[in-house]
């Protein structure tokens, strides 16, 4: 019996296609600010916390992810907005309660080297903890561009119930719907009135890669050199290739803070 694999795939499928359908126009402008900035000598930070941080480990470095010639992407990872364990040091409990603190981000933030024409990249399915919104916030305070990566029907339910809360939507300058309900998990089981299967891994992880591929398309097409990591086993890359994408966006990232 296989009813609840199918019924989870069925889920992901129609969830993929409507990102697709209903938020390539949203994905197409943000790799479009993105590549301006790039171009420009400028970077893309990616910000999130607890689940909404794997995008930004995904984003780079990872195989068929790239630099751009003078920007890159710039993966902003809190460990103290991780976790690596459920409970004790480290553990969920502390990272949920973090997370919804007024302040801390900023002196994060602070240490960052965020500037005047880099862009934001935001992730948070609630789109209201203090993490997330605050990022926003200090993002426009400092001219970037902000793109966040949200659930719309998060945002809309807490614009009833509480008008006066800041959320991400209110932040951003392009908001992408991740498309995936309030509760994020999308199966039911019989007799259960809790759903499992989460949708927002997914989905987050889908639209990350649909910007990135956007990106080095639009960047590759203005005539800009791109050093895309690849994976070692393409035996027709040399040996050494990964090594110097990594002495490129170190090189980038030293121009950046050279900048202030």
């Known amino acids: 019996?296989?009813?609840?694999?199918?019924?989870?795939?069925?889920?992901?499928?129609?969830?993929?296609?409507?990102?697709?359908?209903?938020?390539?126009?949203?994905?197409?402008?943000?790799?479009?600010?993105?590549?301006?900035?790039?171009?420009?000598?400028?970077?893309?930070?990616?910000?999130?916390?607890?689940?909404?941080?794997?995008?930004?480990?995904?984003?780079?470095?990872?195989?068929?992810?790239?630099?751009?010639?003078?920007?890159?992407?710039?993966?902003?990872?809190?460990?103290?907005?991780?976790?690596?364990?459920?409970?004790?040091?480290?553990?969920?409990?502390?990272?949920?309660?973090?997370?919804?603190?007024?302040?801390?981000?900023?002196?994060?933030?602070?240490?960052?080297?965020?500037q005047s024409g880099d862009v934001l990249l935001v992730f948070s399915h609630g789109g209201v903890n203090a993490a997330p919104v605050e990022a926003a916030i200090y993002a426009k305070d400092h001219g970037l561009k902000v793109v966040a990566v949200t659930s719309m029907e998060n945002q809309l339910l807490v614009g009833k119930q509480d008008a006066k809360k800041p959320k991400l939507l209110d932040m951003a300058d392009i908001v992408i719907d991740n498309c995936v309900p309030l509760e994020d998990a999308l199966v039911n089981l019989d007799g259960k009135r809790e759903k499992v299967g989460p949708g927002s891994t997914i989905a987050i992880i889908t639209i990350t890669q649909f910007i990135v591929t956007q990106l080095a398309g639009e960047l590759n097409e203005k005539g800009l050199k791109l050093d895309i990591f690849v994976s070692p086993n393409v035996t027709e890359i040399p040996p050494t290739h990964n090594q110097e994408v990594f002495k490129k966006y170190e090189k980038i990232m030293n121009s950046h803070k050279n900048v202030k």
């Open 1 to 114: 019996m296989k009813k609840y694999l199918d019924g989870y795939f069925e889920k992901e499928v129609e969830l993929i296609n409507e990102i697709h359908e209903t938020q390539s126009e949203k994905i197409s402008q943000a790799a479009h600010i993105m590549a301006e900035a790039i171009s420009s000598g400028h970077l893309i930070h990616v910000f999130g916390s607890a689940h909404s941080a794997i995008p930004a480990m995904e984003i780079f470095p990872r195989y068929g992810s790239f630099i751009g010639e003078n920007g890159a992407f710039h993966p902003l990872l809190n460990p103290r907005l991780l976790w690596w364990n459920v409970v004790g040091t480290g553990a969920v409990k502390d990272l949920l309660w973090l997370e919804r603190q007024k302040g801390y981000i900023a002196n994060y933030l602070d240490e960052q080297d965020l």
